[in-house]
Structure formats: C-alpha cells, structure tokens
C-alpha cells in the first residue's frame, strides 16, 4: 500500500487493510484538499500581474529617459558616497549588518507561496492518495514556470482551479477544465492562434498556432499512437481559436481570466477524427474535448499511464486492461478508476520496484522526521534533484521511470540531501532505530536495521534510513 500513499508519518502503523481504508477514505466528490494561500485565483493573480509588469515597464522607460538626459546611475568611481549603517542592536560597533533582502518581485512571490502550500498540505494529509493523484494529474497536465511571469504566477492557481477539485470527477471535466485555463493556454501560446477564417485573421493575416491541439491529443488523451492524423490536429487547432486570456484592457471579461474572443475564431464546420463539428463558439470546442475524453485511445492511454506511476515501468498488461476497461464502462469516472486500482490484486502483490521521484523522495522525508520546511529548505533539494515544482523541460512533464532518477549522479545527489535532512533532524528525533519501525516496520530489512543500529552519529543514521531501498522504493 506505500506505493499509493505519500510515505507514513510516526506513529502510521496498522494493516494492510487498514492503510486501504485509509487510502479509499480520501477518495472524495469534493476532490482533493485545498492549500492554503493568500491568492484567491486565476484571475485576481491576473489583475495584479498585469498590474506589475506595467510598473516595470514604467520603471524602464523613466531609467531609460534619466539616462538619455544624463542623470542616470554614475560611473563606478565618480565619487558615490555610501552612507554607513547604524549597528543593530546587541551588535558591536564598527559592525555593519547585512543589508536586507529586497522582496521578491510578484511572480516569485506568488511561485514562493503556492510552493510551500502544496508541500505542507502533502505533509498534513492523512495517507496521501490524493495529493499523489494531484502530482499525477499535475505532470500530466503541466506547464512550466519557465514559460515566464505569467505561468509562473499562474501555476498553483492552475493547478488549484483546475486539478484538485476534479481529481475524483469525469474525466471529461478534468480536460476541459485543463485547456481552458489561462496558464495553459499562455503555457501552450493559444492565445496566439488566429483563425485563418475569421475576422482578425483575414484582417491581419495571421492564422494557427497548433501547440495546444497538438499536445491534447499526443500528451492529453489519445497518446502519440493513438488513431489521430496531422489533419485532425489542424482541425482541432481550428476548432479551440478563439480560447483566449484576457488582457490588461478587460474587453472580454476579468483581466487574466479565460474568455471566448469570437474574432478570433475560425468559422464554419471542422471534421475531427472522422466527426464534423458544427457548434457555434466555444461550445465546438467542448464538444470535440468531451469526444476526445470519451475516445477508447484515451482510456487505454490513461490506464497505461496510471498503471506506469503507481506499480511500475512495465505494468501488467492485466492490469492496464481492467483500468482501461473501468475508465470506458463508467465514462472516464476518476473516483471509480481511483479505486479499481486501490483494490487491485495485481497491484497490491507487485513488487515495490518504483523509485520515489524527488518530489516524492523529499516530501516523504520530511513526513518521516516530522519536518516543517520552508521555501528554501523545498526549493533547493529539489532544484539539486532536478524536479523543481511545476518546471518540466517540455510539456511532456517530467519522466515517470526509473531510468530516468536512477543515474549515478542523481543517487549521488539524493545521498548528499538525505545528509543534510540527516543534519537538520537529529536535534528532533530521540532514536532512529525507533523510527526505522514507525516508519518503514515490517518492510524494513535486517541489513537496513543493522546499518541504522552501527551508524556513527544520529545524522547518519537518519541519512542511512532515508537511503534505504525500501524508503527509496514504493
């Protein structure tokens, strides 16, 4: 059952049965948890970006006129005077303290706080099930924050807005939930793509931008061997113009928020997959998203790739085939998929040969030794592990196998963060040998319990522990 979960906090024990209680127990209608933040949503963090980045623009023009009319930033050795700072309080004198640090600017700001959001509420859920499924659904949706301010501030919204609450809904909800929200549709530059057809189109002569269509269909639902042509991306590319973000100006709504821009949209009958789509506005789109959602490629996919994340890289063909089977026979029922592969024998007696990604690596760490991190002490192990938060390469998301986490360096990597956690931890934790059982029990092998018992010192016991192969593996 730890290959579901998030890693057992002290004090977790019980039976098997009792950890699938557990884990069926957060399978919810309400979808997953909520974290807790400061920013409201989508469109709020939209307003005040917009708002941001025209203070900076502003802040560059005014440089830049200084400048010309020289009074800009004197020359290193013209004579700046540097005023000398009052020593803090219970400082000597003669000492200057250290500067503060500048706020961060509001996108980092808004990244910063969704960040360690999503961590504490990993670290308060009960078995974890959901949150893992969050993870799941994430990279399996993702955007990158190195896209720029935009999805940077957008993407614990996006993944608030449109990954929690449908988790254990249809998945049909899910994916229209997905593409329509701003950060993916900045993320993936539809608000680029003008319908030849249409009235900005003809007026501009600008036309598609097929990012988007093209990774619904090879990323989202069907899989890159899934029955599509070149053609049906097109088309679908035709069909979902008009998705759009507001802008600064709020003509079509909210500023940051999704709206449908009918200028924008190409006109007339798209064909899709062998079905013509004749709906008017964005109900065309809906309607091919929903077909997609329901599409027999789509749930053999999605069975495959579920089955891949819990149990391993090369899952039983038994198993994809029941999940694939529960996806189509209910509708794509998430809640029902949920659960078939929570109470599957196939997956309950397959051995534990997946290795924690560093996201689940760290997270379960810090559930272990009762830790409490902040941004920094998230941010950099997993920047070292090369899994920050919602920053894959490309829009495929960040690898799911163990090849891709099992190099040289990156064991390596993983040893020099499990010593520091080591470090951080002894003062808290009385006796590793003790949480050795808390935390891994029956799992635990004699040479893992050996090794924690002859360790050293109690960082290294701790650091020995997170090591182990059954901490690593789930």
Known sequence: MQRFGLGPKPGQGGTVADVRERLLAEISSDGAPQPRVGFSGAAPIGRALYAFEDEERAAREAKRVAVQQGGGQPAMGQGVQVAAASPMPGQPQGSIAAPAQPAPPFPQAVYREEVVSRVQGALEAEAGFAERLVQFWSNHFCVSVAKGNFVRAMAGAFEREAIRPNIFGRFEDLLIAVESHPAMLNFLDNQLSIGPDSRAGKRRGRGLNENLAREIMELHTLGVSGGYTQADVTSLARIITGWTVVGRDARLGFPGSFAFNPGLHDPGGQRLLGKVYRQEGKEKGMAALADLARHPSTASFIARKLARHFVADDPPQALVAELARVFRDTGGDLAALSRALVTSELAGVAPATKLRTPQEFLVAAFR????????????????????????????????????????PEGIKTRIDVAAQLGRQAAGSVADPRALVEEVLGPLASPQTRQAVARAESKPQALALLLMSPEFQRR
Not at 371 to 381: C, E, L, T
């Open 368 to 407: 272990a030794l009762g830790r409490k991190p902040d941004y920094g002490q998230v941010a950099g192990p997993l920047g070292v592990m090369g899994q920050p938060l919602w920053q894959p390469s490309g829009p495929d998301g960040y690898p799911d196998t163990n090849a891709a986490w099992a190099t």
